[in-house]
């Protein structure tokens, strides 16, 4: 099982991104999807969270401006990042638990990560 991350790039305060997060390979069930992020010198910090029923939650920094939605029949995750400000420069990361076949447990697997950078 992979997670791929893409969508990251330079954009300018107040701009916006969409990064998308795909899971490939055998998957039996794909529990929350979740996005997280490390600023330099900073520890990870979790960003949003969508249930496989899709109800959301989302970090006090991003809430208003960040979206997090799913599409269960492609096995991906979005986060729709308007609004954006230079502290929300980071490396992103998806990450989720998966069941690979239906009596396996479930398994903690991320993404690569993606640079988002927000700078005039």
């Known amino acids: 099982v992979q997670l791929q991350a893409f969508g990251g790039g330079l954009v300018q305060p107040g701009g916006s991104l969409r990064l998308s997060c795909t899971a490939s390979?055998?998957?039996?069930?794909?529990?929350?999807m979740n996005w997280h992020r490390q600023a330099p010198g900073k520890q990870r910090e979790l960003v949003a969270v969508?249930?496989?029923?899709?109800?959301?939650n989302y970090a006090d920094s991003v809430k208003g401006r960040f979206t997090i939605s799913r599409d269960n029949a492609k096995n991906t995750v979005y986060l729709q990042m308007n609004s954006l400000k230079p502290e929300d420069t980071a490396v992103y990361y998806c990450?989720?638990?998966?069941?690979?076949?239906?009596?396996?447990?479930?398994?903690?697997?991320w993404g690569q990560g993606t640079q988002v950078t927000v700078s005039s």
């Open positions: 990450h989720a638990p998966i069941k690979r076949y239906s009596g396996s447990p479930y398994y903690d697997y």
């Open positions: 390979g055998t998957i039996f069930s794909i529990s929350a």
């Open positions: 969508i249930t496989s029923y899709g109800s959301t």
